[in-house]
């Protein structure tokens, strides 16, 4: 799995959109690029994936860049609920965790 | 619709004891099963993954094992725990067609959270 790097934490107002950076500059051509979350003391959600087009669906959307080498998560409307920490994921095949970046979203 | 099922969802054990922890998936047939643990404020480390029954694949060398004694059961045991076996557990569940696809999409249970002593 390509490595991939994220800000420790993030903040954003409720309502406010939010954009959720991920590096991974040594992602190969077949990894996917995954998004989870996870809420405190639950195990991890499924939030998109995508190769190489940019995805969108009800939790969120998925901006992948041209090179590939960078991708974020966008959250339209933040919600309460949306505080979690969020993992992003290159991988073809078994996931691989990293630490992921903390949302914090303030009322 | 799939369910994953997760238990004990909280777990205390001394130092030197027996661990069993249980996850069965329903709707589904032939998933592959992970186990993931998770130290405190730290990411989630793969520890087995199984694509059959009695198919086991260990990620990292450690003191548990899994098994697979039916298609939709896994289990993490340990015969004796120590002190670094605290942490938080999920089991998770894939399509089997999936493993060899970046697609592949892990639906997670609830955790089972040890604290050894």
């Known amino acids: 799995d390509a490595k991939t790097t994220q800000p420790n934490s993030m903040e954003s107002n409720e309502e406010e959109p939010v954009h959720l950076p991920c590096n991974h500059s040594t992602i190969s051509g077949t990894d996917y690029i995954h998004w989870y979350r996870q809420l405190p003391s639950q195990g991890p959600e499924y939030v998109i994936h995508g190769l190489t087009s940019n995805v969108n669906n009800r939790m969120a959307s998925l901006a992948i860049a041209e090179d590939r080498k960078s991708s974020t998560l966008i959250l339209h409307r933040a919600t309460l609920r949306d505080a979690a920490v969020y993992y992003c994921?290159?991988?073809?095949?078994?996931?691989?965790f990293g630490q992921g970046t903390i949302l914090t979203v303030h009322p | 619709s799939q369910t994953i099922h997760q238990w004990p969802a909280t777990l205390v054990q001394p130092v030197g004891s027996p661990l069993s922890l249980e996850c069965t998936v329903e709707?589904?047939?032939?998933?592959?099963l992970y186990w993931y643990r998770q130290a405190a404020g730290r990411g989630l480390q793969l520890l087995f993954y199984?694509?059959?029954?009695?198919?086991i694949s260990s990620e990292v060398p450690q003191n548990l094992s899994a098994s697979r004694p039916q298609d939709r059961q896994f289990i993490l045991s340990s015969k004796k725990l120590l002190l670094s076996d605290s942490g938080f557990y999920l089991c998770?569940?894939?399509?089997?067609?999936?493993?060899?696809?970046?697609?592949?999409?892990?639906?997670f249970g609830a955790g089972s959270r040890l604290t050894v002593l």
């Open positions: 199984s694509v059959g029954i009695g198919q």
């Open positions: 709707g589904t047939s032939n998933p592959n």
């Open positions: 998770a569940w894939s399509t089997r067609d999936r493993l060899s696809s970046g697609a592949n999409v892990l639906t």
């Open positions: 994921i290159t991988s073809y095949g078994k996931l691989t």
